[in-house]
């Protein structure tokens, strides 16, 4: 079994993400695929799984042309879509703004990665936005601290694990696993 991990990478969050997930795949034969570094077509395997960072409420442009360019080599084929953000709450949104519909309905898994405020890792404006993002959750004063206590966002291992399962199920359920 041919699987692609298509993804691109911002500050890191989504490539370890994307090594977990292919690790938890050691026995398929996996292909990553960044597009910060090379385009693979998904018509070249069984199976892709497709996902990135939000921005501004967006994937990047080069995510986008991909999703664009094969959408039609995708629907053929098992899919899975994930994301990776830091606001579990706005999920559902991104994944409407940024997937077609018919990618999404056929996907066996749109389900996010979670995320990761590491100012140390971005550059520029993005770095500075995290600082002040970061410091808010952290000094932030809750209503009753006995009620609420903000966390961090986190990677969320038992989604990208969950992810591995159900394309595993996927290919077993139509003959290619």
Same mark, same amino acid.
């Given at each position: 079994?041919?699987?692609? &991990?298509?993804? !691109?990478? /911002?500050t890191?969050?989504?490539?370890?993400?994307? +090594? !977990?997930?292919?690790?938890?795949l050691?026995?398929? *034969?996996?292909?990553?695929?960044?597009?910060?570094? =090379?385009?693979? $077509?998904?018509?070249?395997?069984?199976?892709? &799984?497709?996902?990135?960072?939000? /921005?501004? *409420? #967006?994937?990047?442009?080069?995510? %986008? @042309?991909?999703?664009?360019a094969?959408? +039609?080599?995708?629907?053929?084929?098992?899919?899975?879509?994930?994301?990776?953000?830091?606001?579990? *709450?706005?999920?559902?949104?991104?994944? #409407?703004?940024?997937?077609?519909?018919?990618?999404?309905?056929?996907?066996?898994? %749109?389900?996010?990665?979670?995320?990761?405020?590491?100012p140390?890792?971005? @550059?520029?404006?993005?770095?500075?936005? $995290?600082?002040?993002?970061r410091?808010?959750? !952290?000094?932030a004063?809750? /209503?009753?601290e /006995? +009620?609420? %206590? =903000?966390?961090?966002?986190? &990677? $969320?291992? +038992?989604? &990208?694990? =969950?992810?591995?399962?159900?394309?595993?199920?996927?290919? !077993?359920?139509?003959? #290619?696993?």
């Open positions: 079994m041919r699987i692609l &991990i298509v993804y !691109q990478s /911002h890191g969050t989504v490539r370890t993400c994307v +090594e !977990q997930l292919s690790r938890e050691s026995r398929l *034969d996996v292909d990553l695929c960044d597009l910060d570094e =090379r385009v693979l $077509l998904p018509a070249d395997y069984d199976a892709v &799984i497709l996902g990135g960072y939000i /921005h501004a *409420d #967006r994937l990047p442009k080069e995510m %986008t @042309r991909y999703i664009k094969f959408s +039609e080599d995708m629907l053929k084929r098992p899919l899975g879509l994930f994301l990776c953000c830091g606001y579990l *709450d706005n999920y559902e949104d991104y994944v #409407r703004k940024n997937f077609p519909a018919e990618l999404v309905d056929h996907a066996f898994l %749109t389900i996010p990665f979670g995320g990761e405020l590491k140390e890792k971005a @550059r520029g404006m993005d770095r500075l936005l $995290l600082r002040i993002i410091s808010t959750i !952290q000094n004063a809750d /209503h009753n /006995h +009620e609420y %206590t =903000r966390v961090m966002p986190e &990677i $969320l291992p +038992e989604n &990208i694990n =969950r992810m591995a399962s159900m394309l595993k199920g996927a290919l !077993q359920s139509i003959g #290619r696993g």
